[in-house]
């Protein structure tokens, strides 16, 4: 599936910004199920300095200097992004969770320290008893680690509730968890907790999902998000995406900007500045399909 993909980000501010620094994680990844064919990242002001990397992760970094007064700031992402149809591997064939949960104890071989340090606690990533407990009901003994996993995605879809005020970026997963509530940023970061507080190793993945109008209805362009999920190690199959917010296992219509451990390390635009006051701040998203 072709998508023609535009994140606008702007930013108003009450008082005159002097000098402000960033880092955008807005571009597409490539990668084996996905192909990045045009990419682009305009700013506004124009700023002085600008610098295109990689980060540990391997994401899409731009970082960049805005040294004028200003009190509008606008980022615009553009991409073309062919994702692949993938075939869903076969759940039940995969190791019993026993045996993965083993090979990421002290000493971790070799071939799986990068999977390794996804086992860790992270900013907006505690390892708590109880969630532990919550991740066991997925896994009985002899479970397939990709069976329980999708048990336990589709145990989060149901007992948490889709609440778009509920939190902030900022929330702890503690609030989430207690009030059972949040956004699909919390939904991965509350399958993430559970997982690595189990033993597994689990990660973070910010990108967008296509959307369809309601029958009859015209697409409404720039009313797509942002979205997330997480990804699953699994030493037969590598990394395996599962979406909790949905409850579904992603194919060609998620698209993946960025990974990390936890939304601290995929933020799409963060920065610091001198001056500023209040800010509003306003984010459109369109994920065109096309050809």
């Known amino acids: 599936m072709d998508y023609r993909i535009t994140h ?16 955008a994680r807005l571009l597409p ?36 200097a805005i040294q004028e007064i200003h009190r509008h700031f606008e980022v615009i992402a553009r991409s073309n992004v062919t994702v692949n149809v993938t075939t869903t591997p076969v759940l039940t064939l995969s ?37 532990a407990d919550y991740a066991r009901k997925s896994f009985p003994a002899g479970t397939p680690v990709l069976v329980g996993t999708r048990d336990i995605m589709r145990r989060i879809h149901a007992d948490f509730r889709y609440d778009s005020v509920a939190t902030t970026v900022a929330t702890p997963i503690e609030e989430v968890w207690a009030h ?26 910010s990108g967008y999902l296509r959307t369809h109008p309601a ?10 998000a942002s979205h997330a999920w997480f990804s699953v190690y699994c030493p037969v199959n590598g990394w395996v995406d599962f979406d909790p917010t949905n409850a579904i296992i992603p194919s060609d219509e998620h698209i993946t900007v960025a990974i990390g451990r936890d939304f601290s390390d995929v933020s799409p635009l963060s920065g610091i500045l001198t001056g500023g006051g ?14």
């Open 29 to 64: 990844m490539t990668s084996a199920t996905q192909q990045v064919s045009r990419s682009s990242l305009t700013v506004s002001p124009q700023p002085a300095i600008r610098k295109e990397s990689r980060d540990y992760f391997g994401n899409a970094v731009c970082s960049f």
């Open 8 to 23: 606008r980000t702007i930013y108003d501010y009450s008082e005159a910004v002097t000098v402000s620094h960033h880092a």
């Open 215 to 224: 029958p009859g209805k015209p697409r409404l362009v720039g009313a797509d």
């Open 180 to 205: 059972r509530g949040g956004v699909c940023q919390d939904f991965a970061h509350v399958a993430i907790a559970c997982l690595r507080s189990f033993g597994l190793p689990a990660r973070y993945v």
């Open 95 to 131: 190791p019993e969770w026993e045996k993965v949960v083993a090979s990421f104890r002290d000493p971790v071989s070799p071939a799986d320290v990068a999977p390794y340090e996804f086992c860790m606690e992270s900013p907006h990533v505690r390892l708590l008893p109880e969630y």
């Open 278 to 291: 209040e800010h509003e701040v306003r984010v459109s998203v369109d994920v065109e399909p096309i050809g």
